[in-house]
């Protein structure tokens, strides 16, 4: 019996093993074992293991739980949230499309805006460039791009800046080969068009001369419009005559010198160029010194074309520098060939002289240039009106002979001035009889009458209207 019993323990503990294998503690799993444990030891075992099942259980389901409750959660943000997400995009993509199509849009409003200005711009260079090629003598004009100008002028730096007038600044530059420039641009403000711009690089084009200014190219691009001339160092006539220490640089030799090259210019343009150019502009500024002080005239925006049989025209848009115009021109329009003359006449008494076309004389006396040279050579005081710097032992009478020469081209009367070419020839030829001028024009010195016609004048010169291209200057030169 007591050997039954330890069979059925041995079993016992072997199916115990088998059901609780792996949580046996402190025994033997081996069913051969020579030593079972105790019963104690068993009931500890399988209490164990019953304990530990349990905690698995619940950790199980309280896991299983969690999973199940955190699934449940998330589905139902989902589901809450899905539509809030898909509104969204909605929004977002709705606004990037209408934002992507308005910049479409504006780029393509703006590309053909360009492009518009580019084919106008373009048309006005080609314009302007054919201006050569109506005279196969007559080399094409170089068209210049702003970066091109922009990098010879150093940007139009301010170190870079020659001056400025009514067309606008001018600059110096340097193109890539070293070749020196001017480059005159045209001002926003200007008064003077496109039209005058055209005018000026189709003459200077065309007329050849060394006493002209000769234009190399031009540039229109970006609303800009500027013409390229040859680079004169010596800048200006009135740079020397109106500075009490520059003119001292001209004596009577260069003055000579500079008068007999005006004439030229002026000579060529009226009588052997093809067509007849009436300048409109004269004045000393206008007149660039080369590195020799040879002179050389510019600014044909202002100019007008004649044909040779033509001898006058007339205009309601008066243009000019006051001082410098002749009085038909200033009160009816009226301009031609003698129109010139008179400018010249004014530029002679100033290169004699030294003095504007008004200054004061005395204290408080305001005079007028033409006629205080008209007063002095007719009291026989011309030398008085000489400039203090020349020497008057060796010139006195060239002087007074271009004194002379100066009033008959600044006569009221346009018919009583001589033509350029006989005002050459009285210049060069001392042989040649010189009439005696009469009072000149503007003189304060009239009669009731024209002394209303000249504040009349002089008050239309003060209008300076810039719908009509009216530009006319009132300060002295």
């Known amino acids: ?79 809450n949230g899905r539509p809030k997400w898909r ?7 709705t606004t990037a499309t ?7 849009l504006v780029c393509y409003l703006r590309m053909r805006k360009l492009r518009s200005k580019a084919k106008k711009l373009e048309s006005k260079a080609k314009n302007i460039a054919a201006a050569g090629d109506s005279n196969s003598t007559v080399p094409n004009l170089q068209v210049f791009s702003l970066a091109d100008i922009e990098a010879a002028t150093n940007k139009f730096s301010f170190e870079n800046k020659l001056g400025e007038g009514g067309y606008g600044p001018v600059y110096k530059g340097v193109l890539p080969n070293g070749k020196e420039i001017a480059v005159k641009k045209l001002s926003k403000t200007s008064a003077q068009g496109f039209e005058e711009f055209k005018t000026e690089v189709m003459l200077t084009a065309k007329l050849q001369h060394v006493n002209l200014v000769r234009v190399l190219g031009f540039c229109i691009e970006s609303d800009e419009q500027m013409l390229i001339y040859e680079y004169m160092p010596n800048k200006s006539l009135d740079y020397y005559l109106f ?4 003119r001292d640089l001209l004596d009577w030799k260069k003055r000579i010198d500079i008068i007999d090259g005006i004439t030229q210019g002026l000579l060529y343009l009226q009588e052997y160029s093809r ?10 500024s206008n ?54 003359v008179y400018s010249f006449g ?54 007074i002979r271009c004194m002379q020469i100066a009033l008959l081209c600044v006569q009221e009367n346009a018919i009583n001035r001589p033509s350029m070419l006989e005002v050459s020839s009285m210049l060069k030829n001392e042989t040649l009889v010189v009439t005696n001028p009469k009072k000149p024009a503007f003189s304060t010195k009239r009669d009731e009458g024209d002394e209303k016609d000249y504040k009349l004048q002089a008050l239309q010169q003060e209008i300076c209207s810039v719908d009509d291209l009216t530009i006319t200057e009132l300060v002295a030169r």
């Open 287 to 340: 007149i660039l010194l080369d590195e020799e002080m040879k002179p050389k005239i510019s600014d044909f925006g202002m100019a007008r074309i004649f044909k040779k049989d033509e001898h006058e025209a007339n205009t309601d848009r008066i243009v000019g520098t006051y001082g410098y115009i002749p009085p038909e021109y200033a009160r009816k329009g009226v301009y031609s060939t003698k129109s010139d």
């Open 275 to 284: 067509m007849i150019i009436i300048h409109r502009d004269l004045k000393s």
């Open 87 to 93: 509104l969204l995009v909605i929004i977002l993509t």
């Open 1 to 79: 019996m007591g050997s039954n019993f330890g069979q059925r323990k041995q079993r016992f503990w072997a199916e115990k093993v088998v059901i609780l294998g792996k949580f046996v503690v402190a025994t033997s799993s081996s069913a051969s074992s020579s030593s079972p444990p105790s019963s104690f030891a068993i009931w500890i075992c399988i209490a164990c293991c019953w304990i530990q099942e349990k905690v698995e259980e619940e950790e199980g389901k309280v896991l299983l739980d969690w999973r199940e409750s955190k699934g449940e959660r998330a589905q139902e943000e989902e589901n």
């Open 243 to 246: 500075d009490l220490i520059k």
């Open 346 to 399: 004014v530029l002679l008494l100033q290169i004699i002289s030294g003095k504007r076309t008004a200054f004061y004389h005395g204290l408080d006396e305001y005079v007028n240039l033409l006629e205080y040279a008209y007063e002095l050579w007719k009291e026989g005081k011309g030398m008085e009106f000489m400039d203090p710097t020349l020497d008057d032992t060796t010139t006195s009478c060239k002087l």
């Open 98 to 104: 209408v934002a992507l199509l308005l910049c479409l």
